[in-house]
């Protein structure tokens, strides 16, 4: 909750603020860009600190008998308002000891004093002023509200330093260049409001206070020997003043030094007045120096870099929200009549967005599903399944809507059995990876009521191929068809097409499958393996058929069912109908290009991507098809048509069909233990297993897989397909 | 090249008006004490004014940064309808308690012939007065010190040397 206070304080301030902020910062940037070039050419004479004014004031005198008056700036150039001896008026930069003439006096380019006009004030003179003072003070609060929320993420100031977790480049950067840059930033901050604050005099000081005021009278002597002439550098003088008439003894010298005034007697040397600066106007000084580092070129620069960084602040800043609360949830049943209820715990949103996508899929079969946040949790009496989507916040803790489960957990104990499986999102380069899903995982496995569905898995860099990897595990032991087509869970969606069918095969007595040729109008790439999704009521229900490439067309072997959403959509399609679709690419599902025997297996309609791989094998891969169906029937006969020829043309070894209605009923499995020898010697030299079709006919082909490979080759099934030597494409 | 064209102008021009204003300006030093009045630095434009009570030509400029003059208004009129070029006699602006000398160049057949030198000052956020002092261009009139009405203390001007 506290953390909430603070980003959302942290965010209000940074839009509240953003527009002026981005003046500043981009007229900043010109500025310091500016103070550092300023310092070029280089006007500072050699040994300029060890000068005196007894030494420079007589010999200018001799080279100018008419000086009003000499400057000495931030970057140590003295700048003389005189006369020559030849009556021309000089203004520029001179060597203090020789009056010789180093260069004009330098004014700042009309474009300077314009961003210097618009940085101080938007051109709306006091108005804006007072504009840019909040504006900056906001920028304090900002920076402050951001240290905190640092803190909070490497739970504690100690942490500071220490690794940041890497979620996507606008959020790290954020947090980085906050790190680093913010001691400048603070001091742009500080120091801008305080310039402003002084600019309307909030304050009211007196600049000056008098100290001594003399009018001793004392013997005329030569400026040279001036005793405070020769006690006073070069260096701590800002302006000096000439006497306006020369010889008049009501005329004076007036020195601005950085920590005083002086007026000196032309004459005869003596101090009359000497005024001290009030602390507030050094301060003050002090100030402008530390804002604009015009003293300083180190300081430009690393000013310039701060003022940069903000403006970057303020796009990452917003690409952060964004991100943040772009993934919307949207829940159809109530939490009490949910039978699958995902918890989410996440930071930046990006774990949300998996869960979501779960949720979404869930939804679109007709299972009521309910998402919420970790921190949300209640009872659920209907739950069936719980599924735990998290990261884990800073140094192996929750996120911050996650951080009251423990208690939760303990408070709403449930009635009836449910099934957990906990998957957490992490960064892999973090000491504490993921440490907060095991915590969840034994806070679960803790309780009565539950009981762990699948173990937790963890998901690295938010990698999508680890997190289909759950889905292919959850989606198998629950029998709930998920998407394993890693860009349904990418955040950019491919983009909808159109397709128009060319031709559909009508069902039969004896068939209920129907096959389905499209063409995209707009020559989209794909191949064999990848997924369509098609959108039947044009809403959020998505359904997936696997493609078989034939020609560049895709052909689809749909079942139909009388209440299917999608295979009845399909059905209905008739020849020249375009329909909209897009196409997901399933890179895991696609015919393997290094290896020499590829065993397919499918049942049902499943055998669809074969037939595309098989009739586009032109490399001629040793492929041996096994296909289980309930009868044969007329499209059986088409298959076995196919096949022979594919087999003429050197396309394919052999088909080997298994009938589960027919007289003496076979499953595929009965396939894979008539072909043992053949499936040991494919695994152990680098063949590839297709398997595509129902979830249940997965789950009993890897068991038998599974007994072959630990009976003859000592080695789980597991082992093959970490290798890709198993590929998998059910629903 | 560009430089080349100026000048090249500026002798032509020289020549086409040579006999009829054979101009020889004077250099006078101008002093411009403040008063120590409180907030920001004033805005001073000093001018010669013809005997018509009219700008004639603007010799100095106390301010270097253009969004405030338009509150030196009846100047700002001048200038905006002239665009008479001022950088040349352009400077930093004045504080409360400050003093600046600057230098005027004069045309000598201006003196003693009924113009005048106008000290026209603003604050921001503050007073305006189009003519704080006034000077009448003759020889006593420049030998005489001339005081302000608010901001301007006094004013001395001798001629350089």
């Not at chain 1, 308002?81 to 001179?94: E, F, H, W």
């Not at chain 1, 949300?352 to 009496?381: E, R, W």
């Not at chain 1, 998505?542 to 490439?549: D, K, V």
């Not at chain 1, 010697?681 to 072959?708: P, T, W, Y």
Request: glycine letters at 6%; a positive charge.
């Amino acid at each position: 909750m506290t953390l909430s206070i603070w980003r959302y304080a942290h965010l209000a301030l940074a839009i509240i603020s953003s527009f002026f902020l981005f003046i500043l910062a981009a007229t900043g940037v010109i500025l310091s860009v500016d103070a550092v070039t300023e310092k070029y050419p280089n006007y500072q004479v050699e040994n300029f600190d060890t000068i005196n004014l007894a030494q420079a004031l007589p010999a200018l005198r001799k080279v100018y008998p008419e000086i009003i008056e000499l400057r000495v700036d931030h970057n140590k150039f003295v700048r003389i308002d005189a006369q020559d001896i030849d009556g021309n008026s000089v203004k520029g930069y001179i060597d203090p000891l020789t009056g010789k003439l180093l260069g004009p006096e330098i004014i700042k380019s009309p474009f300077i004093q314009w961003t210097t006009a618009l940085h101080r004030s938007l051109f709306l003179k006091e108005t804006g002023r007072v504009m840019m003072g909040v504006a900056s003070f906001i920028l304090c609060l900002i920076s402050i509200s951001g240290v905190v929320l640092i803190a909070k993420r490497q739970q504690g100031i100690r942490n500071f330093f220490v690794k940041i977790n890497r979620d996507f480049f606008a959020q790290y950067f954020h947090v980085v260049a906050g790190r680093l840059l913010l001691i400048p930033t603070l001091l742009l901050a500080v120091t801008g409001t305080y310039l402003v604050l002084m600019h309307v005099d909030v304050f009211d000081l007196e600049s000056k206070e008098l100290v001594i005021a003399n009018d001793a009278t004392e013997e005329s002597i030569a400026i040279a020997e001036f005793k405070i002439f020769q006690e006073t550098k070069l260096s701590d003088v800002e302006k000096i003043e000439f006497p306006f008439m020369e010889d008049d003894p009501e005329e004076f010298f007036r020195l601005t030094l950085k920590t005083r005034d002086l007026t000196v007697h032309q004459l005869t040397g003596a101090i009359v007045a000497e005024e001290r600066l009030a602390k507030a106007v050094m301060l003050e000084k002090l100030t402008l120096d530390l804002h604009t580092g015009r003293s300083n070129i180190l300081l430009a620069i690393i000013l310039g870099f701060a003022s940069l960084n903000i403006l970057f602040f303020i796009y990452s800043g917003f690409v952060i929200t964004w991100k943040r609360s772009r993934t919307k949830i949207r829940n159809k049943h109530k939490a009490q009549h949910a039978e699958v209820i995902l918890l989410v715990g996440s930071e930046n949103g990006s774990t949300l967005f998996f869960a979501n996508c779960v949720h979404k899929q869930l939804l679109a079969h007709g299972i009521s599903s309910y998402i919420t946040q970790m921190n949300q949790f209640s009872a659920f009496p209907k739950a069936q399944k719980m599924l735990v989507f998290t990261s884990t916040f800073g140094l192996g803790t929750a996120p911050s809507n996650a951080d009251k489960f423990h208690d939760l957990l303990a408070k709403h104990p449930a009635n009836q059995p449910i099934e957990y499986a906990v998957v957490g999102f992490g960064s892999k380069s973090y000491a504490d990876y993921c440490s907060f899903a095991f915590q969840v995982n034994s806070l679960f496995a803790a309780q009565s009521w539950a009981t762990e569905f699948i173990p937790v898995h963890t998901v690295n860099d938010k990698s999508v191929d680890e997190f289909t990897q759950w889905i292919h595990q959850w989606s198998e032991k629950s029998l709930i068809p998920l998407s394993t087509a890693a860009a349904s869970y990418q955040a950019k969606l491919p983009p909808l097409h159109t397709f128009k069918v060319l031709e559909k095969t009508a069902t039969s007595a004896d068939n209920t499958t129907f096959k389905i040729v499209l063409e995209s109008t707009s020559k989209k790439k794909f191949q064999s393996g990848d997924l369509l999704a098609i959108y039947p009521a044009n809403d959020f229900k998505e359904r997936l058929y696997s493609i078989g490439a034939n020609d560049g067309k895709i052909q689809l072997m749909v079942k139909l069912y009388t209440d299917g959403l999608g295979s009845s959509f399909l059905y209905k399609l008739q020849p020249n109908d375009c329909i909209k679709a897009r196409i997901l690419v399933n890179k895991d599902f696609h015919m393997p290009q290094a290896a020499a025997q590829v065993a397919m297996i499918a049942n049902g309609t499943g055998i669809a991507p074969f037939l595309g791989m098989i009739a586009s094998n032109k490399s001629q891969t040793a492929i041996r098809l096994f296909a289980g169906f309930r009868y044969n029937n007329s499209l059986i006969k088409e298959y076995g048509a196919f096949a022979a020829s594919a087999r003429q043309q050197g396309k394919l070894e052999s088909l080997e069909l298994a009938f589960s209605r027919e007289e003496n009923p076979q499953y595929v499995m009965d396939l894979i233990a008539a072909n043992e020898r053949y499936f040991i010697d494919l695994l152990s030299n680098q063949g590839v297993i297709m398997v595509c079709g129902s979830l249940l006919m997965l789950r009993d082909v890897e068991k038998a897989l599974n007994r072959l490979t630990e009976q003859h080759l000592g080695r789980p099934l597991s082992y093959y397909s970490e290798r890709q030597q198993l590929l998998t494409d059910c629903y | 090249m560009k430089k080349f064209l100026k000048v090249a102008g500026l002798l032509i021009a020289g020549t086409l008006f040579a006999s009829t204003s054979f101009a020889q300006s004077t250099k006078y030093k101008c002093m411009l004490q403040m008063t120590s009045y409180k907030g920001e630095k004033a805005y001073v434009v000093i001018s010669l004014i013809k005997p018509n009570g009219t700008y004639e030509k603007t010799l100095a400029v106390l301010g270097d940064d253009k969004q405030w003059y338009n509150t030196l208004k009846e100047w700002y009129k001048f200038q905006t309808k002239t665009k008479e070029k001022v950088a040349a006699v352009t400077g930093a602006s004045i504080g409360g308690g400050d003093r600046a000398i600057r230098m005027l160049d004069i045309d000598a057949s201006k003196i003693n012939a009924g113009y005048k030198l106008r000290f026209e000052s603003a604050v921001e956020e503050q007073k305006y007065f189009t003519s704080e002092v006034e000077i009448p261009l003759t020889t006593a009139g420049l030998a005489e010190k001339a005081d302000g009405k608010d901001y301007i203390r006094t004013v001395k001007i001798i001629k350089a040397l």
